[in-house]
Nanobody
Framework: QVQLVESGGGLVQSGGSLRLSCATS????????IGWFRQAPGKEREGVSL????????YYADSVKGRFTISRNGAKNTMYLQMNNLKPEDTAVYYC???????????????????WGRGTQVTVSS
């Protein structure tokens, strides 16, 4: 059974940092395209960052480029999202996602991902 469990969210002041973790089980992380989506109240779900199986290719939303870094550790079956210089507009529920990889493409449509965690709340105060 595929499971993804996020942790590391919380309340932080503007300019602060958080590191989200996503512990996975039930599948081999190295064979999956993985990443993070977020959803703020009243807004559509947004692809934040994605990474392919080899780790050579990544995607970042324009709004987080230069501030967020995605990584994966196959040995620990865990993915991470390091978030620096956080802004109030980063406030959202963050979800980790996974989908079997058939190529090196990084689909940004959330419908592509069939495995989701329950989410972790990130709140950035001004």
């Amino acid at each position: 059974q595929v499971q993804l469990v996020e942790s590391g969210g919380g309340l932080v002041q503007s300019g602060g940092s958080l590191r989200l973790s996503c512990a996975t089980s039930g599948f081999t992380l190295d064979y999956y395209t993985i990443g993070w989506f977020r959803q703020a109240p009243g807004k559509e779900r947004e692809g934040v960052s994605l990474i392919n199986t080899s780790g050579c290719c990544t995607y970042y939303a324009d709004s987080v480029k230069g501030r967020f870094t995605i990584s994966r550790n196959g040995a620990k079956n865990t993915m991470y999202l390091q978030m620096n210089n956080l802004k109030p507009e980063d406030t959202a529920v963050y979800y980790c996602v996974a989908s079997p990889a058939y190529s090196d493409t990084l689909p940004t449509n959330y419908n592509h991902y069939d495995s989701w965690g329950r989410g972790t709340q990130v709140t950035v105060s001004s």
